[in-house]
């Protein structure tokens, strides 16, 4: 049966599309997608049939999708091993040290309880008592001149504290009583009295 020569296109006849089919139908797969690369790197128009056009432009695009979901993850771990291997540096650690203030809380049986760093600068901790066993002094032995006394408090009972150079790097911390009301005492701490000391550097 002729095809109306009216439906075809301009310049277009029943030859030329018979030309085209069979061009397309004789193609194996592999020319047909070469075919569709060069006209795609040409800039070229696409004249395949709409069948392989849609499964290899849907193809593409999932590979497209995939390789950057991949590329993604990828960056990701890579990102998150990175952090992980930073804060775990040991320059790392050594300047989050130099930040934080240095803290030691021990007791008047001269324990330490928490080290935050503290002893890193102390070389030692010792708790004077009287003849009746109350605490009389506390001197901190610095391993390094320290200007500023560090700041010693109770977290136990209350002292007035006093704080003066010892001998060498030493601060010595004189620990008075302090007398309190008989309306503000309730229970009376009778444990080891614990201590906090801060370091300033």
Same mark, same amino acid.
């Given at each position: 049966?002729?095809?109306n020569?009216?439906?075809?296109?301009?310049?277009?006849?029943?030859?030329?599309?018979?030309?085209?089919?069979?061009?397309?139908?004789?193609?194996?797969?592999?020319e047909?997608?070469?075919?569709?690369?060069?006209?795609?790197?040409?800039?070229?128009?696409?004249?395949?049939?709409?069948?392989?056009?849609?499964?290899?432009?849907?193809?593409?695009?999932?590979?497209?999708?995939?390789?950057?979901?991949?590329?993604l993850?990828?960056?990701?771990?890579?990102?998150?091993?990175?952090?992980? *291997?930073?804060?775990?540096?040991?320059? &790392? /650690?050594e #300047? @989050?040290? !130099?930040? +934080?203030? $240095? =803290?030691?809380?021990?007791?008047?049986?001269?324990?330490?309880?928490?080290?935050?760093?503290?002893?890193?600068y102390?070389?030692?901790?010792?708790?004077?008592?009287?003849?009746? *066993?109350?605490l009389?002094?506390?001197? &901190? /032995?610095? #391993? @390094?001149? !320290?200007? +500023?006394? $560090? =700041?010693?408090?109770?977290?136990?009972?209350?002292?007035?504290?006093t704080?003066?150079?010892?001998?060498?790097?030493?601060?010595?911390?004189?620990?008075?009583?302090?007398?309190?009301?008989?309306?503000?005492?309730s229970?009376?701490?009778?444990?080891?009295?614990?201590?906090?000391?801060? =370091?300033?550097?």
């Open positions: 049966m002729k095809m020569q009216s439906k075809f296109p301009p310049n277009w006849d029943e030859k030329r599309v018979k030309d085209v089919l069979a061009h397309y139908e004789s193609q194996s797969e592999d047909a997608i070469a075919e569709d690369e060069s006209a795609y790197e040409e800039g070229g128009e696409k004249n395949m049939n709409d069948k392989k056009t849609g499964s290899y432009g849907i193809g593409k695009i999932a590979i497209w999708v995939f390789g950057i979901c991949a590329t993850a990828s960056l990701d771990i890579y990102v998150a091993w990175k952090i992980e *291997r930073t804060i775990n540096s040991p320059a &790392i /650690i #300047k @989050v040290k !130099l930040q +934080i203030r $240095p =803290i030691v809380i021990f007791d008047e049986n001269e324990s330490v309880l928490v080290d935050s760093v503290g002893m890193q102390l070389e030692d901790i010792k708790a004077v008592h009287d003849e009746n *066993r109350k009389k002094e506390i001197i &901190i /032995i610095p #391993k @390094v001149h !320290l200007s +500023i006394a $560090p =700041i010693l408090e109770s977290l136990d009972e209350e002292f007035a504290v704080s003066k150079r010892g001998k060498k790097f030493q601060w010595i911390y004189e620990m008075g009583s302090i007398d309190r009301l008989a309306l503000t005492s229970a009376e701490h009778s444990g080891i009295n614990r201590f906090r000391i801060e =370091i300033i550097k």
